[in-house]
């Protein structure tokens, strides 16, 4: 007779899982260099046994279970593993006990995340009383999410409660997530649960101050904005008599950057915005140079609109014109080359702008009858028309990891209940404002992306900077396309095509969609450190790290995909993940064997032409667009971002956005240590960029004297 039932720590009994007790024993074995399943197994039916002898008349315990695994392991001669077993049974006791402080002392047996997930939940969305006391379990929050959501299905006679126990388990078992604002406000008085928007700024002052007071509201639910300021009259335009000049678009902006400073979106975090300026307007110049000083416009991500007429300017070395947004007419000629430089200098030097290529982004518009995409939303991934907004979620790539491939079943399925999830988001969303109801609902476009790519290539043993990483990206993305547009077709059999459908070049196409825009690979921070893998289709930025929790707790946490290969491999150790955390890296590190530090890569690994060319692997089977960041390495020449601006155009990416390790004071990411004869002086590899007295661009300066390539005018050194 065997065992059945075991009690668990929190007094449930439960049915006995011996697969649970091999698992844990074969890890034991792995950190002492054995990779042997079968030799777990054997140990695990020892246990087994003298469970079934010892708990005849009575259930065990967990711990008395444990006890059981040492006894076995030690009286069959393996102390190796028991000593290891040991200090993973201690390991394993320190973390539970750091979980349930985060969880106020409460354990969630339904879901198993790592600590980290835990901490972003309880900070960002477990829902609190006004004493701080959890009013929620990280399981009872996807439940709640998952029942909301599920809720329009009975709009159309679906089946609501199946429905609901779908989303739940794809949450439950992190397989898909939604964005914050779903998370943070499904099932809530708020009930505001899109990302992702686009505002109108009419050259009005009604309309400038309507978009800035919409802004704040949906910032304060927890979205984000974008904007294109380029309809305004440039800065000193003569608006008629007893009206004076125009104050230009960059003085409105600093109204929305402080009013975004002063209102918090759902109480957690600061509104973010996009700022675009087309390259044609007239105070372009003025908008390149916004973050110059490191200190302005830190509620902007900023993004110059350019054309292909300036692309093919720059690269002939031509003119090209400034037009009048009003009058249509051309009133001045630049140097495209001038300009260009001056976004490559402060690109180089703060990371922003980026460029936005607008006419590809409208190449792919299928709804050019309703108008002309002028914006993005906040972070550069989902174009959008006036007043549009989208949903947006992120399929967990790694559970679909299996051997060497990708269990393709299992990811048709998901992206299926993805796209149900997200469309229904539209129709239980409380919207911020009719207009952007009517619009949504109009289009019905949705954003699914992906995270955990990275980690799936680790998986596969793939390098991410290789033409095999590139062609994963594309079976993977073609896939998920190909998959996404037969439930959107599916959905448009049930539910009707979106009610524009008639306007789209889908009509013309004879396919019949339910949602005018499917996939936007999007940032995926905050879900995929829930999620615990790597960031939507961006590399991992570094193998291991050190964390301090709980005030005087060093946890070093490592990468699973390695931790595991470390094991396998037989070099794994405290002491080395240890000295990973402080290099961040193991490109240079003896020790490791040349295969793995080829495979697991990280983002200052990778170099910016690889970076460009995944994103535009990824961008062939995407309906929206890619927020990505193009990393270069501190020594990165002004040649060196100027070429990745070029390589971005050439290769059919609809954007670019690049970072050159330390040239900002503070970074969001970073490796905490670096050796002080590893540390190099910025400005001893590359001057920094000089504003001309005259018309404020950014010139680099040369042996004597340098000239502004803008309105030649001398600045000197």
């Known amino acids: 007779m065997t065992v059945l039932k075991i009690i668990k720590r929190d007094g449930r009994v439960v049915d006995f899982n011996q697969e649970k007790i091999t698992t844990a024993i074969f890890k034991a074995a792995q950190a002492v260099g054995s990779s042997d399943l079968n030799i777990a197994r054997q140990l695990s039916d020892k246990v087994v046994g003298i469970l079934a002898q010892r708990f005849l008349n009575k259930i065990p315990a967990v711990e008395e279970i444990q006890d059981v695994v040492e006894e076995a392991l030690i009286a069959n001669s393996e102390a190796k593993i028991a000593k290891a077993y040991i200090l993973y049974r201690q390991k394993r006791t320190e973390l539970r006990n750091l979980k349930r402080a985060v969880l106020q002392g409460r354990h969630d047996e339904e879901t198993d995340l790592s600590l980290n997930a835990l901490k972003v939940l309880d900070k960002r969305f477990l829902r609190k009383d006004s004493d701080g006391a959890l009013l929620e379990l990280p399981s009872q929050l996807f439940r709640r999410v998952a029942a909301n959501v599920a809720q329009a299905d009975a709009f159309y006679g679906g089946d609501v409660l199946a429905t609901t ?16 604002p779903t998370l943070m406000n499904a099932g809530t008085s708020v009930q505001q649960l899109v990302a992702s928007f686009v505002l109108p700024v009419e050259d009005r002052i009604d309309s400038i101050f309507d978009a800035l007071k919409h802004a704040a509201i949906i910032h304060k639910t927890g979205g984000g904005t974008g904007f294109s300021f380029s309809r305004l009259r440039p800065k000193n335009d003569f608006l008629g008599p007893n009206e004076g000049t125009a104050n230009g678009p960059i003085a409105f902006m600093r109204l929305f950057d402080s009013a975004t400073n002063v209102i ?13 300026l087309r390259v044609d307007h007239p105070d ?10 490191g200190k302005s416009f830190t509620n902007f991500n900023l993004s110059v609109g350019v054309t292909d007429t300036f692309m093919d300017a720059v690269i002939a070395d031509r003119e090209y014109q400034l037009v009048h947004p009003k009058t249509k007419q051309p009133i001045a000629t630049l140097s495209a ?78 992206v299926h209940d993805a796209i149900h999830f997200l469309d229904n988001v539209i129709d239980v969303t409380r919207y911020p404002l009719q207009e952007i109801e009517h619009a949504s609902k109009q289009t019905r476009k949705i954003g699914l992306g992906i995270m955990g790519f990275a980690d799936v290539l680790y998986h596969l ?55 005018a825009g499917l996939l936007t690979l999007a940032p995926t921070g905050t879900v995929s450190m829930i999620a615990d893998v790597s960031p939507s289709i961006e590399p991992n930025f570094a193998i291991s790290y050190i964390k301090n929790v709980m005030g005087d707790t060093d946890l070093v946490y490592v990468n699973r995909v390695f931790s595991r290969a470390a094991k396998k491999l037989g070099f794994y150790s405290d002491h080395l993940m240890r000295d990973i955390a402080e290099r961040g890296s193991i490109r240079h590190l003896p020790g490791i064997p040349e295969e793995v530090r080829n495979i697991f890569v990280t983002a ?17 089977h995407l309906d929206n667009a890619i927020s990505k960041t193009i990393n270069f390495p501190p020594d990165a020449s002004l040649q060196d971002v100027a070429q990745g601006f070029l390589l971005a155009y050439k290769l059919g990416c609809k954007g670019i956005t690049v970072y050159r390790d330390k040239s900002l004071d503070s970074q969001v990411i970073h490796v905490p240590h670096v050796r002080k004869h590893e540390q190099k002086s910025v400005e001893q590899l590359q001057p920094k960029p000089q504003q001309c007295v ?17 309105c030649g005018t001398a600045v000197l050194p």
């Open 165 to 180: 126990e779908r989303f739940y388990e794809r949450m439950r078992k992190l397989e898909f997530l939604p964005n914050t």
């Open 264 to 276: 918090k979106q759902g109480g957690v975090q600061r509104g973010a915005n996009m700022g675009i």
């Open 284 to 293: 372009v110049l003025e908008f390149i140079n916004l973050k110059a000083d």
């Open 337 to 414: 080359r001038g300009i260009f430089d001056n976004m490559v200098a402060l690109a180089w030097q703060r990371g922003d702008p980026g460029l936005l290529f607008l006419d590809r982004i409208n190449q792919a518009n299928a709804l050019s009858g309703l108008g002309e995409i002028e914006a993005t939303d906040s972070c550069g991934d989902q174009p959008l028309l006036a007043h549009e907004s989208a949903p947006l979620g992120a399929i967990n790539l790694m559970a679909c990891a299996v051997k060497d491939d990708m269990d393709w079943a299992k990811l048709r399925e998901l």
């Open 461 to 515: 043993g793939v390098p991410y900077n290789s033409e095999e990483g590139l062609a994963w990206a594309e079976r993977v993305m073609k896939f998920i396309k190909e998959e996404s547009q037969a439930k959107s077709i599916a959905l448009a059999e049930q539910r009707g095509t979106f009610p524009a459908w008639q306007d789209s070049t889908y009509a013309q196409r004879s396919l019949p969609l339910r949602n």
């Open 604 to 620: 200052p690994d990778i170099s910016p032409e690889w970076h460009i060319r995944m994103q535009a692997a990824f961008q062939k």
């Open 694 to 710: 005259e018309c404020g661009a950014a010139v680099m300066p040369g042996q004597g004297k340098s000239v502004c390539q803008v």
